[in-house]
């Protein structure tokens, strides 16, 4: 079983930065991809960032240049700079098993004021 909590969240004026973390458990260290996708309201979930591994990295267009995603052991980051009120929306830590079953977390809000 895979347990995934991620954190901080929170309110932020545009421009300025967070750092997301999603701490997982359970067999997740052995994760073959680890990501970040998020929800704005009235809108479908959309991708983030992936990690496979340090040379194996994606981000959408719109994030690039402003995300960063890492990870450590069974933690995965997403710094994010330079935040636009079209970031806000709840942010979800995912990570997809070699055997192909994803897991997902509960979210966490990030509210970009402008």
């Known amino acids: 079983q895979v347990q995934l909590v991620e954190s901080g969240g929170g309110l932020v004026q545009a421009g300025g930065s967070l750092r997301l973390s999603c701490v997982t458990s359970g067999s997740a260290f052995s994760a073959s991809v680890m990501g970040w996708y998020r929800q704005a309201p009235g809108k479908q979930r959309e991708l983030v960032a992936t990690?496979?591994?340090?040379?194996s990295i994606d981000y959408t267009d719109s994030v690039k240049g402003r995300f960063a995603i890492s990870r450590d052991k069974n933690t995965v980051y997403l710094q994010m700079n330079s935040l636009k009120p079209e970031d806000a929306a709840v942010y979800y830590c995912t990570v997809r098993m070699p055997y192909g079953t994803d897991y997902w977390g509960k979210g966490t809000l990030v509210t970009v004021s402008s």
């Open positions: 990690i496979r591994s340090r040379d």
